[in-house]
């Protein structure tokens, strides 16, 4: 455990160099003195001694000597590590090593010199090599020689700077070999400061010089500090509280001392006391002086320990809400040894493997990952343990649980084998296997959003936002432009030249801020440089986290040329030809999303029934479930009976009636259901500034006219009237109303003749319409809309409806004060159709023999599950391949045949003609999402019994199959 304060070492190193760089500049400033006799720097103060010029040239060396001991040190930590036996690890052999050691051999050489001239009286004559006035200017016994102390001072500092150079040296040796010159200049500063003349020199000879005294402290001081993390300095430099207080009391330890004692002998020498009070002053001095000291660091120490207990209750919170997070976290946490036990399992692996404390600890890994994911796991737990991190991307671990599933995980592990608290194999796990289901799920959605895309008669393209760029085209886009794919895809509308004028432009900037277009009319230019005329709506998707604009786009350019044409009724019936297959081709598509959609209706509404049942026929001690599971499945139910109406209104939107407009059915129909059935589907188009109000309560007679065609009426009214409406709040109201048209009433109304009406009326308090434009309101293409935002077809359509009902269409408008629209249909008589069938018989439910074929797996199996609990045999089949096949293996082991309309391979029509080949009497039932009138008509022709629109309840289709076996069973009796 490191023990040292970081930024302390890091001080002491660096006034250890600063000292060092001081002592050579002191040393050149002294020789720079003896060169030029300049007497000041030679000597600090007058009359103090003479610095000698090899004493400055051995303190140069030993001060070059250490700095270059820190410029070619290692690193700071293994200067600080106890266990290094040098302070400094150079290379070996390096020119650093090398200079650190002749630079500190020249201080130890001319000490060790000048003590052996002491003692054989020898002159060497080492000083007037190179100034030779030396030996004139001391006049002294041994001419120019530095004193015995300083020699000795020299050989310690010398022997100091090698021993941190030598690797076999103790930590402590250096620094007590640099204690030998700090003496000598304790000594010697302290006879200077103290006035005492024994303390500055040896008999017979001069003083030490001042500077000399202080070099020789800050010498052996930074010595000291270039080792600051061993030996005698690693108290001071330790982190904890005694090297915190030892810091800050020993300066004072030092100065305060010397201080007190030159103030007493000054005191003393100028006679303000005697030597008694003098020594009284000081000891008390000393005393207060240090208990003030022991006090402060008393202070220190227990704020620290109160900031340390503090450090250690957060401490032991921060583990305790890290136990709790561990023992909560959802992810698996669990560490291996390198045997590949777990040592250690947190509640969430402990739950899932389905093992105990005792258990997990001896518990192997491996047997609970499923075989397949063994050899991953392996690679994986071998590349943390080599390379000692994590491993660079998650992988997969499939583990198997208590209860025998197969959860899918993301797994990352973690070599942690050095660390001393886990020695161990880390590995973190997230279950992701709704994750990859979901994914999984959204793929295929994805795939089944690119085939619509692809295969749609619209064009359709898909842009990147940032920059406009074509990503994606289908072929009818590509074909509306002239373009192949790999000229458009990648080219921005500009680069093609695709925009004609600045409207197009402004267009595009708006996409590229995202903004929402809808029924936007451009002019774009072909690759060949023809004009097409379109209505573009577009909106923002995400791709991959990326906004990408869809659009679809509708090719208007002849009904345009149509209209500057000016041909009357020729151009008109041709557009509405065009806009009827447009919209028969909307309405296959929204068929074909609401055949998926409806099989996931029906299996919703089976199993509600299902648990329905099944909670019914349970004994009263297994209900026990709460109101609040009852309450929920109830709504759950309802719910799911709303989205069963909207699928069905959806679908009679989408079906298209046969013959004239309006008239697609012959039966005469209630128009008050119809109308409700409408206005529910406009409700959900208004804004909610839009009120709807509905006067439907009137007893009207019938009127011939097919259920698509009224909402047809009421949609393109609505939705006139909420524009004219705009933004500010307003009502939409629709009435229906008997009314007998007098000889007045018909003169008013331009084409309404006398007699019985059903009076159908739809006003708005929106905008209004001003007497120059009324007369124009039925024109196809006329509109007061903005450009791009209306067709001008909505009044034209609901116009020619009417008229082919023998009707009449009345608008009634000011402008400011709203439109009322007043269809006058013709009444029809209820015809109810006489039957002359026999009433069913009844049929007994036990054992008849089903054949259940249907693509959807989910159905299958609920249906199946239905009608067994209602006393059916049931034989299903998800592929009508092998349903054929098993029909004809035992042709007269089913009573009825139930099958799917729509199935990959083979449609329900073309199953039902082969089964009949077979067997041509028995009754087959067709269920689908999707059904026109002459799809139903095909699957009569193709022997189909009765046909069941998607989703139905299991009631209605017991009831079906009740009605063909009754049916099957009077046939056979009166044959």
Request: a neutral charge; proline letters at 5%; hydrophobic letters at 45%.
């Amino acid at each position: 455990m490191d023990t040292l304060e970081p930024r302390a070492v890091a001080q002491a190193k660096l006034l250890s160099r600063v000292i060092a760089m001081l002592t050579m500049l002191a040393g050149i400033a002294v020789l720079v003195g003896w060169a030029l006799g300049f007497e000041p720097l030679k000597r600090v103060l007058g009359g103090t001694g003479v610095m000698k010029p090899w004493t400055a040239v051995s303190f140069f060396c030993a001060a070059a000597s250490l700095l270059f001991v820190h410029r070619h040190a290692r690193s700071d930590a293994a200067d600080s590590s106890p266990a290094d036996v040098g302070l400094h690890q150079h290379r070996e052999g390096s020119p650093g090593r090398l200079w650190v050691k002749l630079l500190a051999a020249i201080p130890f050489g001319v000490g060790s010199l000048t003590l052996l001239e002491y003692a054989t009286g020898a002159e060497i004559g080492l000083d007037a090599l190179f100034f030779p006035n030396a030996v004139v200017e001391t006049n002294l016994p041994w001419p120019g020689r530095m004193t015995p102390a300083a020699a000795t001072g020299f050989c310690g500092l010398g022997l100091a700077l090698l021993f941190l150079e030598v690797r076999i040296a103790r930590a402590m040796l250096p620094q007590i070999f640099a204690f030998v010159p700090a003496a000598t200049g304790l000594v010697g500063f302290l006879g200077y400061i103290y006035g005492v003349d024994s303390l500055l020199r040896v008999p017979a000879y001069s003083s030490m010089a001042l500077h000399t005294s202080i070099l020789f402290l800050a010498t052996s001081f930074a010595v000291v500090l270039a080792k600051p993390g061993v030996g005698l300095t690693a108290p001071l430099m330790s982190r904890f509280n005694g090297g915190v207080m030892a810091r800050r009391v020993l300066p004072f330890a030092i100065v305060v001392p010397f201080i007190l004692g030159w103030l007493r002998l000054w005191g003393e020498q100028a006679g303000l006391y005697d030597t008694p009070f003098g020594l009284a002053v000081f000891a008390s001095s000393n005393i207060a002086v240090f208990t003030i000291l022991v006090w402060i660091s008393a202070v220190r120490i227990n704020r620290l320990d109160g900031a340390r207990e503090v450090a250690s209750e957060r401490l032991a919170l921060s583990e305790a809400r890290s136990r709790a997070i561990n023992e909560h976290a959802a992810d698996l946490i669990l560490t291996l040894d390198r045997g590949g036990r777990i040592r250690f399992a947190n509640p969430a692996v402990r739950e899932l493997l389905g093992i105990g404390d005792t258990a997990a600890a001896e518990a192997r890994l491996v047997d609970f990952i499923d075989p397949d994911d063994r050899g991953s796991f392996a690679r994986a737990i071998n590349a943390a343990t080599r390379h000692g991190a994590a491993i660079p991307a998650a992988f997969d671990l499939r583990l198997r649980g208590a209860h025998g599933e197969n959860r899918i995980f993301e797994a990352l592990a973690r070599n942690l084998f050095d660390n001393p608290h886990v020695e161990a194999i880390l590995l973190n796990a997230r279950d992701v296997t709704e994750r990859r289901a979901a994914a999984r799920s959204l793929r295929e959605s994805e795939s089944r959003l690119a085939t619509i895309f692809h295969d749609t008669p619209f064009p359709m393209a898909l842009v990147r936002q940032s920059d406009l760029r074509f990503v994606d085209a289908n072929e009818p886009y590509l074909g509306l432009l002239g373009y192949a794919r790999t000229e458009l895809i990648g080219q921005r509308p500009e680069d093609v030249g695709l925009l004609v004028d600045a409207r197009g432009e402004a267009l595009a900037a708006q996409v590229r801020q995202g903004a929402l277009l809808q029924g936007v009319e451009l002019v774009l230019r072909t690759k060949a440089g023809e004009l097409r005329h379109v209505i573009a709506s577009a909106c923002v998707i995400q791709m991959d986290g990326v906004p990408h604009t869809f659009s679809i786009l509708f090719d208007i350019t002849e009904t345009r040329m149509a209209e500057a044409e000016r041909q009357a009724r020729e151009a008109r019936l041709a557009e509405h030809a065009r806009q009827s297959q447009r919209l028969q081709a909307l309405g296959t598509l929204a068929g074909g999303i609401a055949h998926d959609f409806n099989n996931l209706l029906a299996v919703i509404s089976g199993n509600l029934q299902l648990i329905g049942h099944e909670r019914n026929d349970a004994t009263i001690e297994a209900r026990s479930e709460s109101a609040v599971t009852s309450r929920c499945l109830d709504e759950m139910r309802r719910a799911t009976e709303r989205a069963i109406d909207l699928t069905k209104r959806i679908l009679a939107f989408s079906r298209r009636p046969e013959g004239p407009p309006g008239q697609g059915s012959s039966a005469p129909i209630q128009l008050r259901e119809a109308v409700a059935e409408a206005v529910a589907l406009l409700r959900s188009t208004l804004p909610a500034s839009v009120e709807l109000k509905t006067s439907l309560e009137a007893e009207v007679s019938p009127v011939a006219i097919d259920p698509t065609s009224v909402q047809q009426i009421i949609l393109n009214l609505g939705t006139n009237a909420a524009h004219a409406i705009g933004d500010a709040a307003g009502i939409i109201e629709i009435r229906i109303e008997p009314v007998e048209i007098d000889r007045a009433m018909a003169r008013a109304v331009p084409g309404l003749t006398e007699g019985p009406r059903v009076l159908l009326s739809v006003r708005d308090s929106g905008c209004g319409i001003d007497a120059a434009t009324l007369p124009h309101v039925f024109e196809p293409f006329f509109t007061t809309k903005p450009a791009g935002q209306g067709t001008g077809l909505g009044l034209s359509v609901v116009h020619g409806v009417v008229t082919s009902l023998g009707g009449t269409v009345a608008v009634e408008s000011r402008a400011g004060e709203g439109t009322t629209v007043r269809m006058y249909l013709p009444a029809a008589a209820e015809t109810g159709r006489a039957t002359t069938d026999k009433p069913l018989p009844p049929l007994a439910t036990a054992g008849q023999r089903v054949m259940y074929v249907d693509d959807e797996e989910a159905l299958v199996w609920l249906t199946t599950r239905l009608l067994e609990r209602r006393g059916y045999r049931v034989t299903s089949f998800s592929d009508p391949a092998k349903a054929l096949t098993a029909f004809r293996t035992d042709p007269m082991g089913f009573d009825v045949i139930v099958t799917d309309g729509s199935m990959p391979g083979m449609t329900g029509q073309q199953f039902a003609e082969r089964v009949r080949q077979v067997r041509p009497e028995i009754p087959i039932l067709l269920t689908s999402g999707f059904l026109t009138p002459d799809r139903v008509e095909e699957a009569k022709r193709c022997g189909v019994r009765d046909v069941l629109l998607k989703p139905s309840t299991v009631e209605e289709l017991e009831q079906a199959i009740h009605a063909a076996l009754s049916v099957a069973a009077t046939t056979n009796a009166d044959s």
